[in-house]
T-cell receptor, first 115, second 113 residues
Framework: DTEVTQTPKHLVMGMTNKKSLKCEQHMGHRAMYWYKQKAKKPPELMFVYSYEKLSINESVPSRFSPECPNSSLLNLHLHALQPEDSALYLC??????????????FGAGTRLSVL | DAKTTQPPSMDCAEGRAANLPCNHSTISGNEYVYWYRQIHSQGPQYIIH???NNETNEMASLIITEDRKSSTLILPHATLRDTAVYYCIVRVVSSGNTGKLIFGQGTTLQVKP
């Protein structure tokens, strides 16, 4: 099973709302990632967690708050977003490994619209 | 971080081989070349990766030039389901122990009947 499950599939929120995106995997991977993808653009890395600890933050604004409560779950908490934050948010997971085969498996994404 | 350059779009006839080029002239010695594809409205899907040698798996072949400045992904018998955006990615292994994927703009491959 190479499935990464993201919920919800679609989300519409106002600029004053607080919402959360959820990502789950059961492949035993100890690295998990959040990417942001604007329309017709490539995915851009936001955060990386390794062994449930934040290891990379790509200078993401504080209105995005990641959380990794356990090795299978990754959340992205959203607060006071702007319309330009509307995008497809992708979650990925991989083994933590210093070698070549560090394949990232992606979920289908959450399509977020900020009104 | 190394960057990649790909043609924005390509067409291929169904059943023929699709050859997708990628330029990564600034690649460093410890950086791997990965290929992913993204079918419309789905997350990216891993295809293949390599460091110096040519690689083949059940999905595709990867040809890397000797100087490692460019590579070609080959889909031997393209089908309509191979229509997607193909990303050539250079992965930095030394960035901690997780690896950072740097996506380029990708090539939109259209397989035509």
């Amino acid at each position: 099973d190479t499935e990464v499950t993201q919920t919800p599939k679609h989300l519409v929120m106002g600029m004053t709302n607080k919402k959360s995106l959820k990502c789950e995997q059961h492949m035993g991977h100890r690295a998990m990632y959040w990417y942001k993808q604007k329309a017709k653009k490539p995915p851009e890395l936001m955060f990386v967690y390794s062994y449930e600890k934040l290891s990379i933050n790509e200078s993401v604004p504080s209105r995005f708050s990641p959380e990794c409560p356990n090795s299978s779950l990754l959340n992205l908490h959203l607060h006071a977003l702007q319309p330009e934050d509307s995008a497809l948010y992708l979650c990925a997971s991989s083994q933590v490994y210093r070698g070549a085969k560090n394949i990232q498996y992606f979920g289908a994404g959450t399509r977020l619209s900020v009104l | 971080d190394a960057k990649t350059t790909q043609p924005p779009s390509m067409d291929c006839a169904e059943g023929r081989a699709a050859n997708l080029p990628c330029n990564h002239s600034t690649i460093s010695g410890n950086e791997y070349v990965y290929w992913y594809r993204q079918i419309h409205s789905q997350g990216p899907q891993y295809i293949i990766h390599g460091l110096k040698n040519n690689e083949t798996n059940e999905m595709a072949s990867l040809i890397i030039t000797e100087d490692r400045k460019s590579s070609t992904l080959i889909l031997p018998h393209a089908t309509l389901r191979d229509t997607a955006v193909y990303y050539c990615i250079v992965r930095v292994v030394s960035s901690g122990n997780t690896g950072k994927l740097i996506f380029g703009q990708g090539t939109t491959l259209q397989v035509k009947p």
